[in-house]
């Protein structure tokens, strides 16, 4: 069985990476999905649709277009980590937390968990899915 996991949130340092090479040194049944971490690529998400004029409809567009594929991802996750860094807003993982929680209070199938980092400025959350909360 392959566990999905869906990576979120702080996109200035390499703790994805991290993880994911953990991952594979201990050869673990898991795939990986992320959020856009290219702040060009996530800007011009919307522009297959054809490119506005405006940036600020720009904006909107792959902004929209960015939601989708994120929801998406978490839905289809097992287990979501979602890290807050402690130096820029963390718009983006707020958004992805609410709607892990929000999965997590709408059904049954889903546990909400807060784990804290040594230093206390990030947080993971993870949400995992009925399927596999019995083999932990």
């Known amino acids: 069985m392959q566990w999905k996991i869906y990576l979120s949130g702080e996109i200035h340092t ?3 990476e991290q993880i994911i090479d953990g991952a594979k040194q201990q050869k673990l049944p898991v795939s990986f999905t992320s959020a ?24 909107h567009q792959s902004a929209s277009i960015n939601a989708i594929r994120t929801q998406t991802y978490i839905r289809d ?11 820029y807003k963390q718009w983006n993982a707020a958004f992805d937390a609410t709607t892990v929680q929000r999965l997590a209070s ?11 980092t040594r230093s206390k400025k990030s947080m993971l959350a993870l949400r995992v899915g009925q399927k596999h909360r019995n083999k932990w």
């Not at 097992?78 to 890290?83: F, K, S, T």
């Not at 709408?106 to 804290?116: D, G, H, I, P, V």
């Open 14 to 16: 390499d703790w994805r």
């Open 106 to 116: 709408l059904t049954s199938r889903y546990t909400m968990l807060r784990l804290f």
């Open 77 to 87: 996750s097992d287990i979501a980590i979602i890290r807050f860094g402690s130096e």
């Open 36 to 59: 856009v971490t290219d702040h060009a690529a996530s800007d011009a998400a919307g522009d297959l649709l054809g490119k506005p004029q405006d940036d600020f409809w720009r904006d």
